[in-house]
Nanobody, 122 residues
């Protein structure tokens, strides 16, 4: 079974940084794009970043472009989200998600993890 386990969330002040990690198992990790999505209270789930299977393509939503960086380590079956210059509006539960194929960069996904809470507050 596909398993995605996020970690690294927490409370951070505005302007601070966090690095989220996601451990993947149960599928051939290097064969699929990986994504991060988030959901704030009372809001719809929002796709924010994707990395292709070989890391040649990365894309970001306008809301995080220039502040967040997605990366992956295929040898370790890990995907990361480096978040810098965090803002209050970044407060949400963050999920990593598996794409449909190596280059899938759309907002949909086949599986997602349980999520990790990120709270940006002073």
């Amino acid at each position: 079974d596909v398993q995605l386990v996020e970690s690294g969330g927490g409370l951070v002040q505005p302007g601070g940084s966090l690095r989220l990690s996601c451990a993947a198992s149960g599928f051939i990790f290097s064969h699929y794009s990986m994504k991060w999505v988030r959901q704030a209270p009372g809001e719809r789930r929002e796709w924010i970043a994707v990395v292709s299977s070989s890391s040649t393509i990365t894309k970001y939503s306008d809301s995080v472009k220039g502040r967040f960086t997605i990366s992956r380590d295929n040898a370790a079956s890990m995907v990361y989200l480096q978040m810098n210059d965090l803002k209050a509006e970044d407060t949400a539960v963050y999920f990593c998600a598996k794409g449909f194929d190596p280059l899938d960069s759309g907002p949909a996904y086949t599986n997602r993890g349980q999520g990790t809470q990120v709270t940006v507050s002073s």
